[in-house]
Nanobody
Framework: EVQLVESGGGLVQAGGSLRLSCATSGFTFDDYTIGWFRQAPGKEREGLSCISSSGDTTYYADSVKGRFTISSDNAKNTVYLQMNSLKPEDTAVYYC?????????????????WGQGTQVTVSS
């Protein structure tokens, strides 16, 4: 059974940091690109970042470039999202997802498997 489990969300003040984790199982981690997404109430799901199966290629949305960093630990089948300089507008449910290799994209419709999400709330 394919599983992606996010953790690390919480409440943080503006300017603070959080590190999200995405623990995966049930598929060959090295074969998939992993992406991070978020969805705020009343808004569409937004692609934030992704990392290729090899870990060599990363991509960031303009909204998080320079503040968020994606990384992977293939030995642990886990992908991380380090979030710095958080803003109130970063408040959302954050999801990780997996898509077949060969794609380096943050288009949510292309992703095959999704986690349940973790809430991030940034207070002003």
């Amino acid at each position: 059974e394919v599983q992606l489990v996010e953790s690390g969300g919480g409440l943080v003040q503006a300017g603070g940091s959080l590190r999200l984790s995405c623990a995966t199982s049930g598929f060959t981690f090295d074969d998939y690109t992993i992406g991070w997404f978020r969805q705020a109430p009343g808004k569409e799901r937004e692609g934030l970042s992704c990392i290729s199966s090899s870990g060599d290629t990363t991509y960031y949305a303009d909204s998080v470039k320079g503040r968020f960093t994606i990384s992977s630990d293939n030995a642990k089948n886990t992908v991380y999202l380090q979030m710095n300089s958080l803003k109130p507008e970063d408040t959302a449910v954050y999801y990780c997802a997996a898509v077949s290799p060969g794609l380096v994209t943050i288009g949510p419709l292309l992703y095959d498997y999704w986690g349940q999400g973790t809430q991030v709330t940034v207070s002003s």
